[in-house]
């Protein structure tokens, strides 16, 4: 039994178009996908079906979020747009739209109170899911180019910039980490032990940053990453790094070794997103071809 | 319905008679077929005569309707029967039966109906047998009655008598007790399994094979306590008035439910009784109490308790609860087994808060030698002086202040030129030349690279080279030129300090004229005749011209071509970038800043707030509005701005002493000087602030230096003669490159100009007299009136700074609150590299100085990654095609009209923008529009630079997609790059 996925189980088809984010919910029973076919879907991984389709964006969707209770979702979009969803009944709760570019991910933190989204206008903005306030709580402008991705864990917003940087924001201590990592960002996110970021860059690297220090603790390569938003991911035992390529393929790497266990051949094109399952050994993936694939 | 049989019929009749005069209105009714009267179809809305029309029970039976169930009309119109009355019913014998009659029963005699009554009226209860619930308790209570009986007898033969009577009577046990008896149960016995004892017993008893039954211990029925009473207390026993109320109510209650059960129909006697005389067509339901005896007593609801719902729930709400209830109920648990009686499994899932682990106490660490401490301060606190506590909290020390201490600088040196008449200056040192005339570093260096003059004194050149070099900072090590230069060879110190005076008039005679301008002139030949001592005039004949284009064009290139020779500034970026390239990342590549998260947020993220005594309208967030822009022009951005420009220019405010040329040379004087040259208008104590922030801390304790220098040595006798001017001359440095003061002016005019205008108005008031007399004759040239006037705005301010107590020189020479913020942050610069900094920033002039207004330029280059996006994924929607490539060409269009407009508009709106931007509580489209305006324009300059970082289409060939259906993608991904191209090329605010 080896401990990351290694064949595909399930491909998830619905989407017209690409995909541009893939996410499992809080307890790994569904995923959600939103792509530039502007809807947003529910999937049932285990049983390939389509639970629903959210429909209200005006443009791409390309970030999305499950709240904590698994009760909301959050979407944003290139119609700058962030979009509270209800999922029982696909209504939309709340549409904020202040941002002045596309907006490129969003999360919920971990009360599920607060949306943070980060855009191409080069902020981050923090919104209020609880009052009916649409206008954002706080701006972040110190990133210096667009961003790419936001995680939102614990009382920490990680956010990763084309700018080079990563940025940590701690709420507690109120102090911002910025580490400079050179190429632009395409992802940021924190492991599941919360002490390491997983950085995919544009110079064909995922590289493993201490998140107290911010030093290097590993560095993997093998995979095609130059031109798009490619994320990687570790898994939920943070054993393994998992990335997509963009020649369709998605590697593996052995955390510790830093040596390539396994790439999996998903498609013909780039495997943009990847979410890995909380608790089991699986995850899904999807990109330009449109199909999220679930693999264990 | 009636209405419409009516017409037909009318209409039927008249066509039989014959006459075709009649109007028909509307569509008649389909004539009934024979079909549909064999299938019973009828329609309901038909006329029916009246002695047709039938009534049915619920059951469809033809029913008879009469007086007997309350109704209005009965019988044969409303007699009873038939036409002819009551028909006997034909006579039947039962004499072939006879044997099969017996005795008839009332249900023999009744209809459906009233079996459905007696059914109704029935209960079905356990027999005394089976009654498992009632049964060993009745059986209980009889035999403690039979006790409490045998006792009162008092006789033990009767008790006997009765037990044996017990023993030999049946027993009525119910059938669980026999059942119970069975299974080797007996009464006083608790049931269960039988049990070990517990081992103390076992000696004893003896054995340890002995089992016992269980205790029979009553079962306590622990009920919540509901109400907000103490413990034990019962509201009724202590407040007799409640308990009166609720028996009241449970008497109206019972009333109630009786009517309701009468409303229902369930429980008849009452029917009869009270609802007699209504229509059988009256609808049960109707709650309208006919009787309009509503005789619920209000009172009552003032003492609800709690464990009485106030209103009790209605027969059908309670039958629908308990239905939804028992649907609730029949939900199993996790583990499969039904949830216990009473409870109901919850549809939401118990949240669990979170849990922080405790901290940790380190195990050196001692409470108790904290305490002591504590003690140690604590004990003599009354008897310390303020400073000692201060001391203790950290604070600076107060030091003591004089009356001088609360005037403004300007004042002060004002008031020591005064002084300096009456006050003794002291001997001052022949062999060394001290407050001479000083110049800006960066007029120094320009004077350096122009024309160098007194050609025929090569001595005096070599000296005048010499001052230059010196004011540009280039003899000492810390750039900063001497104030103290020991007399030349062969002059006297009179003679020397005339010589310095000659010197900075020169230098700012012969400096280039700007860097724009003198790229365009070719040097004149000058010829000078400088008599050192009559006249101080230049003479200078300008034999030059106007650059060819040629000449100017390859003057560019090669100027362009030192500057990509030269190697850039090393900046602290590439610093990071070197470690990032040598993978060093840690504290190379780590910054940290203060993160000032809002108060809301904090509250939302559930922590403390980090910075609880900052202020979010100073600091980083400054500057910012609402909607989170910032402005172009914000205090923070110009603070910047500023700084950038002092460490560029290498500019020092606090000169000491800056000789006004333009005052007393006639050739200077026809020239109008740049409004930079202009006296200093008003400035604000933001403007000072920020000018002492934007120092290097060298300068400042330079300065601080100088300051101190000119209080103690007051200046030459001449120079005081005209103290006001000079006082605003020292202030203003000459600096040409500095921006109009008008644009600062406009930038914080809402902060300042309220106060300013109060202050005035105050001042007019106040002191008109002293303004007056302060006013000097003025020359024609009118911009020396503008200056004058100026001058005298300024001495009024600084009289009005006066007021307001300024704290000691530290409010000018240390950081503004907002640098402070910033932690100490190493830097990473050799000296070397400092140098080649400074210096590269020395050759740059006007163009540093006009950066900031410029939208984003080469600092632009937008990297910019892509999702993204092929054109094949829209081969599906072809169907789409049309309206989307329409909306790209309408969009096309509204952009080309935009930027039309825009152009027109761009010149104004960039100067308005400025001045308007802080009154107008500019909305964010107008921002977003000036955003527009400069993306436009920049966007020409940038294309060579973000060609490399156009958002990529991906040219992904999907097949698997093209059986769908092929075409539109093309128009679609074509208008999609553009657009990208276009939002790659805009500025952000930031930028600005």
């Known amino acids: ?296 | 319905m009636s209405r419409y049989g009516d017409n037909k019929q009318q209409s039927t009749t008249e066509t039989k008679g014959g006459s075709d005069s009649h109007i028909v209105f509307g569509t008649p009714f389909p004539e009934q077929t024979e079909r549909d009267r064999r299938q019973g179809l009828t329609d309901s809305g038909q006329f029916v005569p009246t002695w047709k029309q039938e009534v049915r029970d619920e059951k469809g039976r033809r029913r008879f309707h009469g007086a007997f169930t309350g109704g209005f009309s009965a019988g044969y119109y409303n007699t009873v029967g038939s036409k002819e009355g009551w028909t006997p019913s034909s006579f039947v014998s039962s004499r072939s039966a006879r044997t099969d009659q017996h005795a008839s029963r009332p249900e023999d005699f009744m209809d459906e109906e009233d079996l459905q009554e007696i059914a109704n009226a029935r209960k079905l209860v356990a027999t005394d047998e089976f009654d498992v619930l009632g049964g060993t308790e009745r059986e209980m209570a009889a035999r403690k009655r039979q006790q409490q009986e045998d006792e009162a007898r008092g006789s033990g033969i009767g008790f006997l008598g009765t037990s044996l009577m017990d023993m030999v009577g049946p027993t009525n046990d119910s059938v669980g007790i026999r059942l119970l008896r069975k299974l080797g149960w007996k009464p006083g016995q608790g049931i269960g399994p039988r049990k070990k004892i517990h081992v103390d017993y076992v000696e004893i008893v003896g054995r340890d094979d002995v089992t016992f039954a269980p205790r029979d211990t009553p079962i306590v029925d622990f009920k919540s306590k509901t109400n907000s009473f103490g413990l034990g207390y019962e509201l009724e026993k202590h407040v007799p008035q409640v308990a009166e109320m609720r028996r009241l109510r449970q008497l109206q209650q019972g009333e109630d439910d009786e009517e309701e059960r009468a409303a229902f129909g369930m429980e008849n006697n009452i029917i009869n009784k009270k609802r007699f005389g209504l229509s059988a067509f009256e609808d049960d339901e109707d709650d309208v109490d006919v009787y309009g005896n509503d005789r619920r007593d209000y009172h009552h609801t003032l003492y609800d308790l709690d464990d009485q719902p106030q209103q009790r729930p209605s027969k059908r709400t309670k039958t629908v609860s308990s239905t939804y209830e028992s649907s609730k109920k029949k939900t199993p648990c996790n583990d499969g087994r039904l949830p216990l009686k009473g409870f109901i499994l919850s549809d939401q899932p118990q949240e669990l808060g979170e849990w922080y682990q405790p901290p940790q106490v380190p195990d050196d660490y001692n409470e108790h030698q904290h305490l002591e401490q504590q003690h140690a301060t604590a004990e003599p606190r009354y008897n310390m002086s303020s400073e000692e506590r201060g001391i203790i909290l950290g604070e600076k020390p107060i030091e003591p202040r004089s009356v001088f201490d609360y005037i403004p600088d300007k004042s002060k040196d004002r008031l020591d030129n005064v002084l300096k008449f009456f006050v003794d200056k002291g001997p001052i040192d022949p062999t060394k030349l001290t407050d001479f005339p000083t110049i800006s570093k960066q007029q120094a260096n320009m004077a350096l690279r122009g024309y160098m003059p007194f050609g025929d004194n090569l001595k005096k050149q070599a000296r005048y080279r010499h001052y230059l070099e010196n004011q540009a900072g280039l003899k000492t090590q810390d750039g900063e030129p001497m104030t103290t230069i020991p007399v030349p060879e062969g002059l006297t110190h009179e003679q020397g300090m005339k010589e310095m005076d000659e010197f900075a008039k020169a230098a700012r005679i012969f400096r280039p004229i700007s860097a724009m301008m003198s790229g365009r002139f070719t040097s004149a030949s000058t010829t000078t005749t400088a008599s050192s001592s009559s006249s101080t005039i230049e003479h200078t004949s300008f034999e030059g011209g106007l650059k060819t284009e040629a000449q100017w064009r390859k003057e560019k290139e090669l100027r362009e071509k030192e500057e990509a020779e030269k190697p850039k500034p090393v900046t602290e970026k590439s610093q990071e970038a070197q470690a990032a390239a040598m993978k060093m990342f840690g504290q190379l590549t780590r910054t940290v800043k203060p993160f000032y998260p809002s108060k809301l947020v904090c509250k939302r993220f559930n922590v403390r707030n980090p910075h609880p005594d900052h202020d979010p309208s100073k600091g980083s967030t400054g500057g910012r509005t609402q909607a989170g822009s910032r402005d172009a022009l914000s205090e923070d951005k110009m603070d910047e701005m500023l700084r950038y420009q002092s460490t560029a220019g290498g500019r020092n405010t606090n000169k000491p002493k800056a000789i006004d040329l333009w005052k007393d040379d006639p050739t200077l004087n026809a020239v109008i000087p740049k409004p930079s040259d202009r006296p200093k208008p008003p400035s604000t104590a933001a403007m000072e602030s920020i000018s002492s922030s934007t120092l290097p801390p060298s300068s400042t304790l330079v300065s601080k230096q100088t300051l101190e220098q000119q209080q103690q040595q007051p200046s030459l006798p001449q120079q005081e003669s005209d103290d006001t001017k000079k006082s605003s001359a020292a202030e203003e440095p000459s600096d040409y490159e500095r921006p109009s003061m008008d644009i600062f002016k406009a930038i914080f005019e809402n902060s300042d100009d309220d106060e300013e205008e109060e202050e005035e108005e105050e001042e007019k008031e106040h002191k008109p007299a002293n303004t007056e007399s302060q006013r000097q004759p003025l020359p024609n040239s009118q911009q020396q009136q503008q200056q004058k006037r100026d001058q005298v705005k300024q001495e009024e301010e600084d009289d009005q700074l006066i007021g307001p107590p300024l704290p000691p020189e530290l409010s000018t020479l240390t950081n503004k609150s907002g640098v402070d913020a910033e932690p100490f942050r190493p830097k990473f610069n050799r000296p070397a590299e400092r140098s080649s900094l400074t210096a590269e920033f020395k050759i740059a002039s006007e163009r540093v100085v006009v950066e900031p207004f410029k939208p984003r330029s080469h600092t632009s280059k937008r990297r910019h990654i892509s999702v993204s996006d092929d054109e094949d994924e829209d081969e599906e929607q072809k169907g789409k095609k049309t309206e989307e490539s329409d909306d790209s060409e309408e969009d096309e269009k509204r952009r080309q009209r935009r930027r039309k407009k825009d152009k027109k508009r761009h010149k104004k709106t960039h100067k308005k923008e400025k001045r308007k931007k802080e009154k107008s509580s500019s909305s964010s489209r107008k921002r977003h529009r000036h955003r527009h305006d400069d993306s436009d324009d920049s966007e020409e300059d940038n294309e060579l630079n973000n060609a490399v970082w156009v958002e990529k289409e991906t040219n992904v060939k999907k097949k698997s997609t093209t059986s769908h259906s092929s075409g539109r993608s093309h128009s679609y991904s074509d208008e999609s790059s553009s657009k990208k191209t276009k939002s790659s090329a805009r500025p952000r605010a930031s930028d600005l």
């Open chain 1, 1 to 296: 039994m080896v401990a990351y996925p290694t064949h595909c189980d399930q491909s998830l088809k619905g989407h017209k178009g690409p995909i541009s984010q893939v996410c499992y919910n809080k307890s790994g029973q569904y995923c959600l996908s939103g792509g530039r076919d502007r809807t947003v879907r529910l999937w049932n991984p285990a049983t390939g079906m389509e639970v629903h389709s959210y429909n209200g964006h005006g443009r791409d969707v390309l970030g999305v979020s499950v709240s904590p209770d698994n009760g909301r979702l959050a979407s944003c979009g290139a119609d700058r747009a962030v979009i509270l969803w209800d999922v029982g009944t696909g209504a939309i709760l709340r549409r904020y739209t202040a941002h002045w570019e596309r907006v490129n991910d969003v999360d919920f933190n971990e009360q599920g109170t607060v949306l943070v989204s980060g855009s191409f206008d080069a902020t981050i903005r923090i919104w209020d899911c609880r009052s009916s306030n649409f206008s954002p709580i706080q701006v972040l402008e110190d990133c210096k180019d667009t961003i790419m991705s936001i995680q939102v864990k614990d009382v920490e917003i990680i956010a990763g910039s084309t700018d080079g940087k990563v940025r940590t924001y701690d709420l507690r201590n109120g102090k911002l980490a910025e580490d400079y990592i050179g190429p632009p960002i395409t992802s940021a996110r924190l492991s599941n032990d919360g002490n390491c970021i997983l950085v995919s860059t544009l110079d064909d690297t995922v590289r493993l940053m201490d998140k107290a220090n911010g030093t290097l603790l590993n560095e993997f390569k093998g995979h095609k990453h130059n031109e798009f938003k490619v994320e990687s991911v570790m898994s939920n035992t943070d054993a393994y790094a998992i990335s997509g390529s963009e020649n369709g393929q998605i590697y593996i790497w052995d955390v510790l070794e830093g040596t390539t266990v396994k790439t999996l051949q998903s498609q013909d094109t780039i495997v943009t997103s990847i979410d890995y399952h909380p608790s089991d050994v699986a995850m899904v993936t999807a990109g330009n071809d449109g199909v999220v694939r679930v693999w264990s």
